[in-house]
């Protein structure tokens, strides 16, 4: 399997810009994960899903931000619009139910100037 | 509110054996788990403990104390390769992870 994918892997972008985070779970993995990643705030977990519905997603910071997942196979985490504030690597993960191992995408890198 | 607590750095030299602590405030705990994260990578598990004791894993440990509030990961035979991040994450409502801060352990020859 490939793993958990997600792109692109660097964004770089101006405030104010929307940004459309992607993510692709393991195939068969029913539950999927964004977590945001910061010196100063650590790892956060923003929103989960379970079989494709939002359960949770009381991390997730202000309106600016959304999430959605379409279909077992896809995931977006949207900005709009996007600040400085909002720079950090983005993960995505999926886990198997039944099983206590997340798996973690490579990360997006992303920088708003 | 909730707070997991593990020291910011450990260094250590090859070889040697290394503890990581961490105490947890939370509600809805169902387990401790430990992630490894590499510099520019990402994290990986490691173990995970939902009841009292030890578990070990080749050349690493977990340990839990439900009472206490309290886990560990135990490093034994220190290589350099295990130089990186460690976090401990309460497993809540059996599914979200909440993670400390990390712990940035330093191998050195």
């Known amino acids: 399997d490939a793993g958990v994918i997600q792109s692109p892997r660097h964004e770089v972008t101006e405030m104010g810009q929307e940004v459309t985070l992607r993510c692709k779970p393991i195939?068969?993995?029913?539950?999927l994960f964004w977590y945001r990643q910061t010196m100063m705030r650590g790892l956060e977990l923003l929103i989960y899903?379970?079989?494709?519905?939002?359960?949770?997603d009381s991390g997730m910071p202000e309106d600016r931000f959304s999430a959605k997942m379409p279909n077992a196979s896809f995931s977006t985490l949207k900005i709009q619009p996007s600040e400085p504030r909002d720079s950090a690597v983005y993960f995505c993960?999926?886990?198997?139910?039944?099983?206590?191992?997340?798996?973690f995408g490579p990360g997006t890198r992303l920088t708003v100037l | 509110g909730q707070s997991l607590e593990q020291p910011s750095e450990v260094t250590a030299v090859e070889g040697a054996i290394v503890q990581i602590n961490c105490t947890y405030q939370t509600s809805g705990f169902y387990g401790l788990s430990w992630y490894q994260q590499h510099d520019g990578g990402a994290p990986t598990f490691l173990s995970y403990?939902?009841?009292?004791g030890l578990e070990e894993t080749g050349r690493f440990s977990s340990f839990l104390s439900r009472s206490d509030s309290y886990g560990y990961l135990l490093l034994q035979e220190l290589q350099m390769k295990d130089s990186a991040s460690y976090f401990c994450a309460v497993n809540q409502a059996g599914t979200a992870l909440i993670f400390g801060k990390g712990t940035t352990l330093s191998v050195s020859s």
């Open positions: 993960a999926s886990r198997e139910t039944g099983k206590n191992e997340q798996f």
């Open positions: 899903f379970n079989n494709n519905v939002p359960i949770d």
């Open positions: 195939s068969g993995h029913d539950y």
């Open positions: 403990n939902a009841l009292d």
